[in-house]
C-alpha cells in the first residue's frame, strides 16, 4: 500500500507545519528565518512524498485522494516559502527608500 512509503516522511511534514505556524507568528527576524527552514523543510518532504505518489501505480480513488491534495498543498507551500522569504528579507531590512520615489 502506498501509505506503507510514506508514514515517516507525512509526519516529519505534518511536525514541521505545526511548528511553522507559531514561529511565523511570533513576528520576529529570527521567527520569520526559523520559519524559512521550517517551510523549505515542508516543501521539501512534501516534494517527497508526490514523488512516492507519482511513481506508485494506484487506482483512480486513491490518485483523487492522495494526489491531487499533496498537489494543492504543494502550492500553498510554494506560495507560503515566497511569502516567508519575502517577510524575512523585510525584517532584515530589505526596503525601498521612501524618500527616493521612482
Not at 514561529?23 to 527576524?29: D, M
Not at 505518489?53 to 500553498?76: C, D, T
Amino acid at each position: 500500500m502506498l501509505f506503507n512509503y510514506m508514514n515517516f516522511v507525512f509526519l516529519a511534514n505534518m511536525l514541521c507545519n505545526a511548528a511553522w505556524l507559531p514561529v511565523f507568528q511570533s513576528n520576529t527576524l529570527w521567527g520569520f528565518i526559523l520559519g524559512w527552514f521550517l517551510i523549505v523543510g515542508i516543501w521539501v518532504t512534501n516534494t517527497y512524498l508526490m514523488v512516492i505518489a507519482e511513481r506508485s501505480e494506484m487506482w483512480w480513488f486513491e490518485a483523487l485522494v492522495v494526489r491531487i491534495p499533496f498537489s494543492v498543498y504543494s502550492g500553498w507551500v510554494t506560495g507560503a516559502t515566497v511569502l516567508n522569504t519575502a517577510y524575512a528579507l523585510k525584517a532584515m531590512g530589505m526596503t525601498d527608500s521612501i524618500t527616493n520615489p521612482r
